[in-house]
């Protein structure tokens, strides 16, 4: 007469597949029997069938780190824009113009704008050259500002 646990054991071992070889680490019995975690059924798995929440997780955070990433920087570009045309001494009567100063305005931080500058050349007024070494420094400084606020959003969100 067989045994019909013993064959019902050794069916289910060879049946199922395994997700990791086995590195023989001593141990007479090198078989494993899967659970349910392992078939992605379980709540929490990370493989198999249903699985996959945490490799999803995982790239939500990548692409949220890149967006997050690419919106400072291209708040850095606005800024740098905006001295480049201030530099070049632009039409300000132009609407492409003033839609970058006043959007360079907008991202200066609030402690960086022209206005009210951390550092100001011309206190004067009357020298369109220290104008550019105003908004150079100032808006410079709060590109700088969003590259490092921008990293350091990246590694915070990525990790």
């Keep these: 007469m067989v045994d019909d646990t013993t064959q ?5 071992t060879t049946s199922t597949k395994r997700r990791f070889p086995r590195l023989g680490r001593g141990g007479a019995d090198k078989t494993t029997k899967t659970t349910t975690l392992d078939k992605g059924t379980g709540s929490g798995g ?9 490799v999803d997780a995982v790239k939500l955070r990548k ?11 291209l708040f850095a570009l606005v800024l740098a ?3 480049l ?9 132009n609407d492409l113009v003033l839609w970058v100063i006043n959007r360079a305005d907008n991202v200066d931080l609030g402690f ?8 100001d050349w011309d206190e004067a007024e009357t020298n369109p ?3 550019v070494k105003t908004a150079l420094f100032n808006y410079g400084i709060a590109a700088i ?15």
């Design 8 to 12: 019902q054991d050794t069916d289910s």
């Design 81 to 83: 824009l905006a001295v």
């Design 46 to 54: 990370t493989g198999g069938d249903g699985g996959g929440h945490g």
């Design 112 to 119: 960086f704008d022209l206005t009210n500058p951390i550092k």
């Design 129 to 131: 050259a220290q104008d």
């Design 145 to 159: 500002v969003w590259l490092v606020i921008g990293k350091f959003l990246d590694k915070v969100v990525r990790a």
């Design 85 to 93: 045309l201030i530099a070049v001494d632009a039409n300000a009567k």
């Design 63 to 73: 692409v949220l780190a890149q967006v997050l990433w690419a919106i400072c920087v």
